[in-house]
């Protein structure tokens, strides 16, 4: 393996990332109209947006065993150990438009003692997405 990106074969970009969730339905419809995105391909226990050159694939909780197995699926309530940061120009400004589509912040906008200003919401599902300048 080297460091070159042109040439490197492990690791390569993240092409997906799947999300759990127990209702597909309002998963789905909250990432149209809170990312205003649309689906990129769908099925009865799946829908796929495309983030950039990642997919966020949301697949039906009851779906997942099958595709973790031995591991087992937790529920939204189990906590969260993941955030995806999505980065904008304008925190607050981003924060308004989230508001004006019905998403409650879980935090923010505040500024870190790291140097950024971000603000936090969970999806249907319980994924929590930040937005970060």
Not at 6 to 18: E, F, M, V
Request: include cysteine; charged fraction near 25%.
């Amino acid at each position: 393996m080297t460091d070159s990106a042109n040439t490197r074969s492990w690791p390569g970009g993240l092409k997906a990332i799947t999300l759990f969730t127990e209702d597909l339905a309002a998963t789905k419809e909250f990432y149209r109209d809170v990312f205003g995105l649309p689906v990129h391909w769908e099925n009865d226990n799946s829908a796929v947006f495309e983030f950039g050159d990642t997919l966020i694939n949301l697949l039906d909780s009851t779906a997942g065993p099958e595709l973790i197995e031995p591991a087992s699926v937790a529920d939204r309530e189990a906590g969260s150990r993941l955030v995806f940061t999505l980065g904008v120009q304008d925190v607050d400004a981003t924060c308004e438009q989230l508001a004006a589509r019905g998403v409650e912040l879980l935090n923010g906008p505040v500024d870190r003692p790291w140097g950024i200003r971000t603000a936090s919401f969970r999806d249907p599902g319980g994924h929590i997405w930040e937005i970060a300048t």
